[in-house]
Structure formats: C-alpha cells, structure tokens
C-alpha cells in the first residue's frame, strides 16, 4: 500500500508536496483512532487545473525513470516560477511486513541523489531500518559514487560493480532490477504490477482477451453494469480462429506466437478484435484466436438486441474501465493501489458511492487493496463546500463501512504552487 508519495519543482509543484497517508500522521492530522495500515479509500479533491493530473504524472514519471531506464536529457518539467533547482519524487511504500522508502533527485543531465532504504517489523522486537545505498553524482563523464548501506561484504562488491555500468541520467534501482539485483526485486515489482494508474481517456484494453480465459468475467461483467441501470442484460464473447493466411510470412506467425505466449496473459490488439493463443487440441501447439466482446440491450416489449462493445455509453464505458479493480478472480488478482484520475468522470455521484463502498467491502477481493480517487470538485474547505461532492461521499462511505480507514483530502493552487491538505 502506498504509505507516503512526495514531489518537488515538478509542473505545478513548488515547494514540497506530500501525500502523507502514513497511520500516525493520519491520525493526528484527523483525531481518528490510529489503525494499522494507511487508509483503503483516499478521495483527493481540487477545482480544475489545481494539480490532480500533475500528481498523477509524478507518480507515473518515478516509476517509468525507475522501470524503464535511462533518458536524455531527463524529463523535469520543473516549476516555471521557481530558480532553477532539481525534481524530487519521494515514495514509502508497504510490501507485506516491511516498509520501503525510495528517494530520487534530478536535473535533465543527470541524477543528482537517490536513496533505498527499508524497514521491517519483526515479530517480536523494535523496528529495524536497514540502509540499502545512497547515490550521488560523479565527476563529469565518471559512473556515480555510491555508498552501500547495510549489507554484506558480497552485497556490497556487487553494488559497486553495479555503480561502475550505471550512467549519469540513469537510477541505479534501474540498472539493479535490469540485472536482477535480489535487493531490489520488492520494489521494482510492487511499482511494476501492484501499482496502476488510470486515466480518464484510457480505453478498456484486455477485457476480451481475459474473458476468453476466465468465463465468470462475463457474469461479473454483466453485473457490474447493472449498478447503473443502463439497459444492458448481458455481455457475450466473440471467438473466431484466425488462419494462418491472415498473416504475410510463416515468419510474422512465429513472431506473433512467441509474443502470444509469452506471459500467460499475453494478447495483441486489432481493429477487429484481441488476439490471444489457446493450446491446440492437438499436439504441442497452439491456435491463434480473435475475441471481442458485445453487448445484448433490452428492447420494448421483450425484445433484445446484440450490439458491438464500442456503441456503449459513456457511463458504461466508464464502468468497464473500473471493472478490474473490482475483480479479485484470475491468476494475478487485482493491484493493491490504483490511482485514478478524474474518478467521478462521467458517472452519477450514487453510481459512484455505491462503487466506492463495494470496493471498501467486498469480503472477495484481497486485502491491502487501496484506492485513491482524484475528484474535480469544488474544495471542501472552502465555507460554502460543506455540500461538496467529496463531503458527501466521504459521508455516505462512512456510514457504510465505518470500519475502513477512509480520507478526504483537498489540492489547491497557492503562491508556492499547488499544496495538499487533509480535510477529514
């Protein structure tokens, strides 16, 4: 679960910002009994053009410099109204019984500090803080100067060794899960598959492809939808086999095969449809599928209609795109933190709150899931937004699973730029 997320001169971020979403800041900040995990539902709210999306963007931008390697020159973005300086992103992480803090600072030349450090919780006994390494900069065309932390002898050669391949612009965290440095592997896969990030305007890729896996998507599907009373009855699946003539070359079947089976949730998207492989019914191959889904409508007087996924409403749309968070089934469950901006899009407030409290309830679905909504909305701390939409979720969440730890959260513009603060 994400614990704290921390940005500096970066878009609209001046001075520090911090989402401190840790249980003993929380509770004095709030006054609410501690608990010992952060909060499972964290609603952000702001006016437009206050920063949602730019928080969004931070996070993003930590985890693309740290899983997809170096770049030239680096993308800071850094405030226009501040002196030059360097971008800090800070994270804090929960990964089971250990804590995980991660720090990275930049210029578009070169990584100027990076730090890892984690904290467990034995069963019996104080908390233990281990330092893993602390980087900073080197001289001009040298490898950066790294000091190992708390490590054995041989951890600590390998780390060095690791600093020597390690270029100016690139995170050492990179090169370490790029060569698959054990030390690393937790947080490196917790940002890589734990964590998800949503926009509005991101289409819903992959449905198809994980129906043709796991039947019961469909009934969930289906259900899922039902929550808006849009006329859907059901959700269906198109399967059709795909000849080896649809391909140029007996080459580019081989290519799209080996992409196909590379990870047990492999697909590949067409104008017509996601492709997926299915083991053949005979031998050891396998056959190459195109699926897609459709939607049947109730009609007057009885009568239904079958119609392609893409002719679905906004809402429903909307809904879809939300459908994982809410699936718990299948080999990889769902990601314990989701992100999403622009939560409420084009979705009823009661839509949205009954979907918030299924999320907060759903004895299905593994625990340590959390989400955190980014809601246009006027401030709730303002005098007149005591009837604001994120009050009034927070009220109604409240009255609904008063057990889980649920906040509200306000973003504003200020001099310094854009700063968070914790309502309630």
Known sequence: MLRCFSVSNY??????????????????????????????????????????????????????????????????????????????????????????????????????HERLSVRAAPAAGPVET????????????????????????????????????????????????????????????????????????????????????????????????????????????????VPSSYFQSPEELDEVTTELTRFPDSFAETPEGELIAQPAARGPFVDIERVRLTQTIAGPQGGRAELAIDELPATARRLLHLAPLFYGAGEHGTPPCAILDDVGGSLHPQILSSLLARFALDADLPGGRQLIGLLQDSPPTDPDGENSLGRRLLSTLRAKAPQVGIQLWALRRTSVGSQLTVVI
Request: charged share 20%; glycine share 8%.
């Open 130 to 241: 281990r330092s893993l390494f602390s980087r900073r900069a080197g001289e001009p065309g040298r490898p950066p100067l790294v000091e190992p932390g708390e490590l054995s002898p041989a951890e600590g050669s390998r780390l060095r060794l690791l600093a020597q391949s390690t270029r100016a612009e690139q995170p050492l965290l990179n090169e370490g899960l790029r060569r698959g440095l054990p030390l690393f592997v937790p947080l490196g896969m917790w940002l890589r598959d734990r964590l998800q990030l949503l926009l509005p305007e991101a289409k819903f890729v992959g449905l198809a492809a994980r129906a043709a896996r796991d039947p019961a998507l469909l009934d969930f599907l289906t259900e899922h939808l039902s929550v808006a009373d849009l006329g859907i009855v059901g959700l269906a699946l198109q399967r059709e086999p």
């Open 11 to 112: 878009l609209c971020f001046g001075s520090p910002l911090t989402l401190d979403l840790r249980p003993s800041s929380a509770t004095e900040q709030s006054g609410a009994s501690a608990s010992v995990e952060p909060p499972r539902i964290v609603l952000i709210s702001g006016a437009g053009a206050s920063g949602k999306s730019a928080l969004l963007r931070a996070l993003g931008l930590l985890r693309n410099l740290t899983l997809a390697g170096p770049r030239a020159p680096l993308p800071c973005a850094a405030h226009r109204f501040l002196p030059p300086g360097p971008t800090r992103l800070a994270i804090e992480v929960q990964i089971e019984a250990a804590t995980w803090e991660y720090e990275l600072s930049f210029d578009p030349q070169q990584i100027l």
